[in-house]
DNA sequence: CATGGTGGCGACGAATGCGTTAAGAACCTT
DNA sequence: AAGGTTCTTAACGCATTCGTCGCCACCATG
């Protein structure tokens, strides 16, 4: 949890409300960062440079929108949006403007330092804001999704989905991860749309083994996948039923 | 629960009431986790660093939010509170101050561990991914289990019930607890249909003896099989062809 | 060695899970 | 307000898995 080695990362959290950013910026210090806090936009903008930015979107004085555009313009540190439950729209408009990532409140903790490891981890591997899995490439910029270098157009759900599945190929989510991830931080209810929605994608994508349904569980991606087969076969691929035959090799 | 020949995870069960606390604390011992437990929020706050905290809400001293606030404040572990059920502003508002998740009284224990276990690997803490036994390894990250170098592949329940072994190599388990792990916390019926799933599971695995039978008790995973041996049996290593309990279903 | 209790495993019907399509609801754009 | 997307829900058919039954093999007593 704690990267030993080189001097901290630094980090800056911009919320207004200190009963959410006192134990944050404690925790956040436990976990290893050199936390500095702000209360509003314009503090945030006069702040010294950090590594990593956590900007709560609902600030006093200048709309969070603004403060992310302007922050990505003088920075190349990664930045953190969090929002409300409900408000997909700023989210999106936000990650549109320069954010990296995003949570949702209310959030737990460990969520957050895994959501800040999952970013710094990125960067670091070089591969900056584009998350590869084989055929796939998802610039997590501009949103856009190639797959084998042609590009697909994705709505705001399925291209959320398919970043959760793509933040560790080869992972088994289930349903509710998955919701929980792109949908709302606390789902309940039906988890049928899940299933429509990766439909789509599997659609879109237009190559159906990249997205594998792990039956009784959930989906993952497909890790292996590095080249076009002319695989014409249609759904899953592994853990398939009674499929005894895995068995010689 | 075995990370890597970690150490095992330290967990705080905060409780005040002992008929709910006890049999927690021996079910998570039993799970692996080292396990302490106190009754009041003033001990949990002076308990030693855990890497997991269970805050029951309803603590006769102070009241569970602060507590819980305050641990967040000093540690960055994990915390699950546990809550009444119609307390959901309660619940809210402790996701506000630093909690990860929260289960609902009455909570079966299954439900507790996979509650665990999700958050765990979400922090990827827990990335204990893989669970090696002799020949055997489970990768809990992608469902994929291996023996001696094959892939296998298991249903659901398959699945669940070898990891449910397997946490604890050698270990008999009697077949009231394998139900209540792998399948749900409190199961009544016939537990016929464990033998049949763990028939299901031997010819799967190949290596008749990695599962053994304990007459009258229960099942154990065999802990010391280390190799493959070709002793005399024709039952093992490679499919032969007379062999079609390990080539066909 | 007979006997009752226990475990192993094939088979089959029931239950569940999944993919798909289509229709309604909510949202955004014009 | 109309026209377009996108999201959700319902419905249906198919595939897979699960639980039960039945029969036989095995074990432990006396």
Redesign the pocket.
């Known amino acids: 949890m704690d990267r030993d080695g080189g001097p901290p990362l630094r980090l800056l959290v911009v919320e207004d409300d200190t009963a959410i950013a006192a134990p944050l910026e404690t925790g956040l210090r436990r976990a290893g960062y050199a936390v500095e806090r702000v209360a509003t936009g314009a503090a945030a903008l006069a702040a010294d440079a950090a590594d990593v930015i956590l900007l709560d979107l609902g600030l006093p004085d200048i709309d969070g929108q603004s403060v992310c555009a302007e922050l990505r313009r003088r920075s190349s540190a990664i930045i953190i949006v969090v929002t409300a439950r409900s408000d997909e729209?700023e989210r999106v408009s936000a990650l549109d403007v320069g954010a990296d990532d995003y949570v949702v409140k209310p959030f737990g903790f460990a969520e957050l330092l895994a959501r800040i490891r999952a970013n710094l981890r990125r960067t670091q591997l070089g591969t900056g804001s584009h998350l590869k899995v084989g055929l796939l490439v998802i610039d997590t910029r501009s949103r856009e999704v190639t797959v084998a270098g042609r590009e697909v157009?994705l709505?705001?759900?399925?291209y959320d989905l398919l970043v959760c599945l793509a933040e560790d190929p080869g992972r088994v989510y289930s349903?509710q991860q998955i919701l929980e991830r792109a949908?709302d931080a606390h789902w309940y209810?039906?988890t049928?749309?899940l299933?429509?929605?990766?439909?789509a994608l599997?659609?879109k994508l237009a190559v159906p083994s990249l997205i594998e349904?792990?039956?009784?569980?959930?989906f993952r991606l497909n890790p292996d996948l590095r080249e076009l087969k002319a695989d014409g076969a249609?759904?899953?691929g592994r853990?398939?039923?009674?499929d005894e035959r895995a068995a010689e090799l």
């Open positions: 729209a157009s709505t705001a759900k399925e349903r949908w209810g039906p049928k749309t299933d429509v929605h990766v439909a599997r659609r349904t792990v039956y009784g569980v959930g249609h759904v899953t853990t398939g039923p009674g």
